[in-house]
């Protein structure tokens, strides 16, 4: 009912780095919050207008293709059926108005989605194949540093939804200070709510966006216990339900200044990126030789060989940065990530580093 806290929740999203940075990336995350944040508007829109045949039908078809796009999206089913219980309860939608949105959307499901289900059924013994997908994603092949303690899993969650560039066990996060400013933005969020003035909110409307907002954090928790799936994105199709009460608890603390607590997030966000990104992945620099104090190496792959490299620092304690230059010519035909590790030089078992930092120098030659 709010345009106010709408156009800000818009804004405020679009400053989330990590939602920038996986809408730039080929994946289904982009879609299944899509698909999850069009089906809780049109439930909202039912609630205020009815169950009309075009919502119904557009509901079919939302629920239909979040069926096939990712496993999580399923949670949409239970916030539309649910939605649709508490609209009866209410006195909303008749009995048979719900029934028959349950009955129309459910068989639409069934028909166009259920055979990818039936081949999961098929092949791995299980309608959502989750033992295959605990085989290639399970807890044993999660880092020792970043998973089984629960706080660390909670730390990392919370790290990668605001700021994470990267893919799985090579994350880029930003800055310490960005996850203390983006701490104290939903701080503030919560704080509003202890507020009582406007603008307040319908609570039927409260429970459906809560809800949108708390079952994808459900669903997280319940994963990541057998499979190794603490990363924020997997949270986005909560950012409907979430990002609209911060708003509205930004609201009730400041009024129609609202938008200026996202602003904090937009700074943090830009400040990650030029101090943050440069130093992940950095550009070649050409270089006409190598200094003398470098190690030289041999070491080569295809058209490309690692010349030599150096450290930037003689000693560094666990958890630091490591700093090294690396030397290369040539060029590899897949265009190769490098991945570096540090090892213990009697044990070669790798050892603690924060992260790696990583100047390439190309010869010119």
């Known amino acids: 009912g709010s345009a106010a806290v709408g156009l800000t929740a818009m804004f405020t999203v679009a400053g989330l780095h990590t939602f920038a940075s996986i809408g730039a990336a080929v994946n289904n ?94 092949l791995y013994g299980d309608p959502i194949a989750s033992a295959a997908t605990q085989a290639l994603w399970g807890r044993s092949f999660a880092r020792p540093d970043e998973s089984g303690d629960l706080i660390g899993e909670i730390v990392r969650v919370w790290r990668s939804f605001w700021f994470m560039t990267g893919h799985l ?20 969020g919560l704080l509003g709510w202890m507020v009582p003035r406007r603008p307040r909110l319908d609570r039927d409307t409260g429970l459906i966006l809560g809800a949108a907002a708390l079952l994808p954090v459900i669903l997280l928790a319940a994963g990541t216990i057998q499979i190794d799936i603490s990363y924020g994105r997997l949270l986005f199709p909560a950012l409907i339900g979430a ?96 991945i570096a590790a540090l090892l213990d030089a009697v044990t070669l078992e790798p050892l603690a580093a924060r992260k790696f930092l990583i100047a390439i120098r190309r010869l010119a030659d």
């Open 243 to 338: 990002i609209p009460l911060l708003v509205l608890g930004w609201r009730r603390l400041v009024g129609s200044f609202a938008p200026l607590l996202a602003l904090p997030l937009y700074a943090m966000t830009v400040l990650g990126i030029v101090q943050t990104l440069p130093d992940a992945y950095p550009q070649p620099v050409i270089v006409d030789r190598v200094p003398e104090s470098a190690v030289l190496l041999d070491v080569r792959a295809g058209d490309l060989t690692l010349v030599a490299y150096e450290r930037r620092s003689d000693a560094v304690t666990g958890g630091d940065a490591v700093r090294v230059d690396l030397y290369l010519r040539g060029a590899h035909p897949h265009n190769p990530a490098l």
């Open 29 to 122: 995350d982009n879609l299944v919050t899509l698909l999850y944040s069009a089906g809780v508007v049109l439930m909202l829109r039912a609630w205020r207008d009815g169950l009309r045949w075009p919502l119904i039908a557009a509901l079919s078809a939302v629920l239909t293709a979040i069926a096939l796009t990712k496993i999580t999206g399923l949670a949409l089913f239970a916030i539309v059926y649910g939605a649709l219980a508490l609209g009866v309860y209410r006195g909303r939608f008749s009995p048979r108005q719900a029934a028959l949105t349950v009955l129309i959307t459910g068989v639409s499901a069934a028909l166009l989605a259920g055979w990818w289900y039936v081949r999961n059924w098929t």
């Open 169 to 188: 066990h090579q994350p880029v996060y930003a800055p310490p200070l960005y996850y203390a400013v983006t701490t104290a933005t939903a701080a503030l």
